[in-house]
DNA sequence: TACTTTTGTTAACGGTGTTAATAAAATTAT
DNA sequence: ATAATTTTATTAACACCGTTAACAAAAGTA
């Protein structure tokens, strides 16, 4: 009996419906605002027929979360194809990897979790900036010092923060509570290398 | 008079008072569930009396994070003032950095807007896993070409892509919209660096 | 004491996720 | 075809949320 068929077939067309409203609300407006009540109006549906395909709010988001981690795996792997030096596949793929995070912004932020706070007024705390100071101080006294007076200090500086920064934050959403100290050579190695690339001279 | 100062000294207190409860609430439960309300309960007060000391919720936060970046700063000037070579002051930096993060773990997630998704299920999710194995087969593969091929893989992917995620989430809150080529020259630093690190000899 | 300003309250508006009770439709069994 | 059953959808509510208008109470000033 094809009856069965069909009402899987619809029960899927209904799911997808319910995704792709969904997928417009995050698009338009962000997936802090994404509600319940708006994807309801846009499926013209009342709200709890959607607690029948998903078990709450933040199920549909994870639907997005792992068609995001697929998108950026299918980018990556698409871009390794192109290259058979290791070390070229690396770098094409950490360039695959930054366009695909602007590019698809909406899944970036929900894949990591950036809640993205005041955006615009991040950079008008003062605090910030003394903060800020006091690295850029620092890199620059290690740029003079090195080899290479003439680096860019402020693109080092950039370097160092996103490093640091990246390290911590890809460890706070792998792990609650502060990570054991062997994670500290993740660190350790991260930042000797940032030292060496502003020391090394041309060998 | 001494009327008007005791007025501005109790005001001054009501304030603190404020933030006081606000912060009890975000240790306690996250950032996310702070609400006025609760805070108005901790402080045996009614609800709109808190919008005569702030304009909003987002204010309040605001002060939490104005508070982070100082304390950060603060530890990072005073690590930096333990060390003369500036090699060294951004190694103490880096981990002092990493201490305060993970030892002060709200005002982190507030400074960098960090959502912290379900953070528990975010390693279930397969398609992560795929994308996981792309880099980690790169990486083993540009390490088995090295000099150095007994290289921790784990080690390095790990901080391949702190290094990624570090650069596009920093670039994410600092500006909306996708930033000018330029920005790519950071990325172009950060890696090359990185695969250095991997293919060096002990010059 | 009367007036004015500050401070605090109640009650509401519009929004959120979620769910119990119930009605309607569709399917199955008689 | 009718009755019983299962599936599907709706209404209405619960318990929250940030924010604000209208109003009462207290404190300070004249």
Known sequence: ???????????EEFRASILEAAWQQVISDGWQSLSIRKIADAIEYSIPVIYNHFENKEAILLEFTKEGFQ??????????????????????M??????FA?????????????????????NEIEELKYATSIMISTIKAAIEESNHPETDYFLKYHTYLSILHGLVSIQMIQKE?????????????????????INRSNC
């Not at 009996?1 to 029960?11: L, N, P, V, Y």
């Not at 950490?94 to 366009?99: E, F, K, R, V």
């Not at 698809?104 to 991040?122: N, S, T």
Request: aromatic content about 10%; some cysteine.
């Open 1 to 11: 009996m094809g009856i069965a068929e069909r009402k899987i077939r619809q029960k």
């Open 177 to 197: 509570g502060k990570p054991d100290a062997s994670k500290k050579m993740i660190l350790q190695d991260a930042v000797s290398g940032f030292i060496i690339s």
């Open 102 to 122: 602007f590019d698809h912004k909406e899944y970036y932020q929900l894949m990591f979790g950036l809640g993205i706070p005041a955006c615009d007024r991040v």
């Open 94 to 99: 950490a360039h695959a990897y930054w366009d």
């Open 71 to 92: 998108k950026l795996a299918d980018t990556l792997q698409l871009v390794k194809d192109q290259y058979t030096v290791p070390a070229e596949q690396l770098e094409a």
